[in-house]
């Protein structure tokens, strides 16, 4: 039987999901977000990592499946969260 793939809405995936494929990612000295080409070389390094987390999190408005706007996808497994595209 073939494994089943679904692609889904960042706001409709948990934070916690959107964490489990995204946070680990490290890019020029800290863990990126997907935050990397949307925040100025001038003002990458002055930002935390859980800065970035807050403003992937606020951009991908996990967990409100009926928001007008949202950031990225996810992608499943079965049932488990294994990609995201670059948001």
């Known amino acids: 039987m073939a494994a089943s793939l679904r692609i889904v809405p960042a706001n409709q995936v948990s934070w916690d999901d959107l964490q489990a494929v995204v946070g680990a990612a490290r890019c020029h000295g800290g863990r990126c977000f997907c935050q990397r080409f949307k925040i100025p070389d001038s003002q990458w390094?002055?930002?935390?990592?859980?800065?970035?987390?807050?403003?992937?999190?606020?951009?991908?408005?996990?967990?409100?499946?009926?928001?007008?706007?949202t950031s990225g996808l996810i992608g499943y497994l079965e049932d488990e969260p294994?990609?995201?595209p670059r948001c």
């Open 45 to 69: 390094r002055s930002l935390s990592d859980d800065e970035r987390a807050h403003r992937l999190r606020a951009q991908a408005d996990c967990g409100h499946p009926g928001s007008g706007s």
């Open 82 to 84: 294994v990609i995201a």
